[in-house]
């Protein structure tokens, strides 16, 4: 196991641009780094400790002021709506009594908001325009510890959108962004925003096919939708897409690569 936690923290290590892992544990902590004012998609990438879904309040926020102007929101795949919650000093119910720590809350109330994520599951984050230096820290537990399966899976649903991210913290090129469940005929699409231009870039399950735009490469991908050209992209530690499957697909997922995996 030893060997198998090295090559975790090396992986780990080499996606530094866009978050910090501080562990070489199964048990460790992140850190994302925002810019002050832009909206990113970021995810869970750990459970709790003793594998309980990820809860709101474990997402932590450094160098932001606890005064509404920074917030998380979510997407809610059957409503097609937001929720979100504002870094703030929270209070009990009663809405006098102050709790003494600072967390995610109601904007109305102050009170703490409850939701809790699965590893793989994406959210946004926005720093208030007047931060410096912003950083998101998660702690918690690693999804998968072991190098039995192949794969760590995110359920995705046929014909709904979802924020994803790679549920370990390393970095994942678009590439190795496996699917199962779907078919490559153009329905299930993955797209990404960038923060500076304010866009979104699309991506289509397909046939790959070499540049020559004739010959097939044997495999199935994300790739533009009229070449059948790979597209490349490399997504940075927690950085987070939206899939939206076939809406004939079976039970699709999203799989990447489990760094403990050994065959």
Do not use: H
């Amino acid at each position: 196991m030893k060997k198998l936690m090295t090559a975790f923290a090396a992986c780990a290590l080499a996606g530094a641009v866009y978050a910090q892992i501080e562990s070489q544990n199964i048990v460790g902590y992140t850190t994302v780094i925002p810019t002050a004012g832009k909206q990113i998609m970021t995810g869970a990438m750990f459970n709790q400790v003793g594998g309980a879904a990820l809860d709101l309040q474990d997402i932590r926020m450094e160098n932001v002021a606890a005064t509404g102007g920074t917030v998380i929101w979510w997407w809610d795949k059957d409503t097609r709506t937001y929720t979100y919650a504002y870094w703030l000093p929270l209070y009990a119910s009663d809405g006098v009594t102050p709790l003494g720590y600072d967390g995610w809350g109601d904007p109305e109330s102050w009170e703490p908001m409850a939701k809790t994520f699965a590893p793989g599951e994406g959210f946004w984050i926005q720093p208030d325009g007047s931060s410096v230096d912003p950083k998101v820290v998660t702690a918690g537990e690693l999804a998968v510890s072991s190098g039995e399966a192949e794969f760590v899976a995110v359920n995705l649903f046929a014909g709904k959108q979802v924020q994803v991210c790679n549920p370990l913290p390393v970095q994942v090129a678009l590439a190795d962004v496996g699917m199962s469940g779907v078919n490559p005929t153009g329905g299930t699409v993955l797209w990404w925003w960038d923060m500076d231009t304010r866009t979104y870039t699309y991506a289509y399950w397909l046939p790959m096919y070499d540049e020559d735009g004739v010959t097939p490469l044997g495999y199935d991908g994300w790739g533009d939708p009229e070449s059948w050209v790979p597209i490349v992209k490399q997504f940075a530690f927690g950085e987070g897409f939206w899939i939206q499957p076939d809406g004939s697909s079976v039970d699709p997922k999203a799989l990447f690569a489990n760094p403990f995996y050994q065959e």
